[in-house]
């Protein structure tokens, strides 16, 4: 089983609607991100939460916000989504100064 | 703020061709430099590290040495293969934010038969 598991793979959807991205993970990990990826682009950090109780914003965060439910769950939503919110989105886990582990993304596109 | 700032692509090699991919950061203190590669349809994977200056991250026969005296972690690899075809990360993770990365811009690597 991957460490990092992303729901779902694939979404096709209207302007809009409100989606939820869903990420979750058994490294044991405390900290968790969600980051954006454009063709031909690096990533860009949209949310990341340090434990359960904390919640940050990233360099791009309007029009997203998030959950922790758990340590090991931590979903992204899209509460009124527009076309230039397609996109490849990632999560990611981390320790302290470690690597960043990351899911296989969930590729969205806004119609 | 910090900052990576990578050799920008796309690069195209011969297969058995040697690899130098340039990196260099901004960053205050002492961070952790990563490389990391992305495979078609997949997330990130971790390539190789380094935490501290001189120290030489190695894997899968890429290497780059973190040197702090020109803020540079280049990545190079003797002789590419077509299966190393893909796009690579190179990114800080700093002492002030632990575990909150910082990654440049990717450079798809593209190796010819």
């Known amino acids: 089983d991957a460490d990092v598991t992303q729901t779902p793979r694939n979404r096709i959807t209207k302007t809009g609607k409100r989606i939820m991205l869903e990420c979750s993970q058994t490294?044991?990990?405390?900290?968790m991100y969600w980051y954006r990826q454009d063709p031909g682009l690096g990533l860009q950090l949209i949310y990341y939460?340090?434990?359960?109780?904390?919640?940050n914003k990233g360099e791009i965060s309007d029009g997203y916000s998030v959950s922790r439910q758990a340590q090991a769950k931590f979903s992204l939503s899209l509460e009124s989504a527009i076309p230039n919110q397609t996109a490849l989105y990632f999560c990611?886990?981390?320790?302290?100064?470690?690597?960043?582990?990351f899911g296989d993304g969930t590729r969205l596109s806004i119609l | 703020g910090n900052s990576v700032t990578q050799m920008e692509g796309p690069v195209t090699l011969s297969e058995e061709a040697f690899l130098t991919i340039n990196c260099t950061y901004t960053?205050?203190?002492?961070?952790?430099l990563f490389w990391y590669v992305q495979y078609p349809g997949e997330g990130l994977q971790l390539l190789l590290k380094a935490t501290k200056a001189d120290d030489k991250g190695s894997n899968k026969g890429f290497e780059a040495t973190y040197r702090k005296e020109t803020t540079s972690f280049h990545l190079e690899k003797g002789s590419v293969q077509v299966s190393d075809s893909a796009v690579y990360f190179c990114a800080l993770s700093d002492n002030t934010n632990a575990g909150k990365s910082t990654f440049g811009d990717g450079t798809t690597l593209t190796v010819k038969p």
């Open positions: 939460s340090f434990d359960v109780k904390d919640i």
């Open positions: 960053a205050t203190g002492y961070p952790s």
């Open positions: 990611a886990t981390s320790d302290p100064q470690g690597p960043q582990h």
């Open positions: 490294k044991g990990h405390d900290r």
